[in-house]
């Protein structure tokens, strides 16, 4: 079974810095034969994609909303994606999703919040 379970939200100051982390288990092969990426949806808002790491480094992906503030990462051998974000403004909170794209399918977790506010 498929699994990738997001750790690492909560709550922010703005200006400052958060690590999310995204681990999968239940691939075969892991995420080393996988695109992964992070997507956030704000209250009323749609599902947004904010980056993408897809299985050769040089294809890392984001959208120029967040380029600058965000990294995305990946350990192959611990199968575990993750997203530094910087800079933190009070706009980017919002439930935070990790996605493993393999052929045609999407799999997601769970989501996690993540909060700006002081």
């Known amino acids: 079974q498929e699994q990738l379970v997001e750790s690492g939200g909560g709550l922010a100051q703005p200006g400052g810095s958060l690590r999310l982390s995204c681990t999968a288990s239940g691939f075969t092969g892991g995420i080393s034969v996988l695109t992964m990426s992070w997507y956030r949806q704000a209250p009323g808002l749609k599902r947004e994609l904010v980056a993408t790491h897809p299985k050769f480094d040089h294809a890392v992906n984001y959208p120029r909303s967040v380029q600058g503030r965000f990294t995305i990462s990946r350990d192959n051998a611990n199968n575990t994606v993750y997203l530094q974000m910087k800079h933190l403004p009070p706009a980017v909170t919002a439930v935070y999703f990790c996605?493993?794209?393999?052929?045609?399918?999407?799999?997601w977790g769970q989501g996690i919040p993540v909060t700006v506010s002081s």
């Open positions: 996605a493993a794209i393999r052929a045609a399918s999407t799999y």
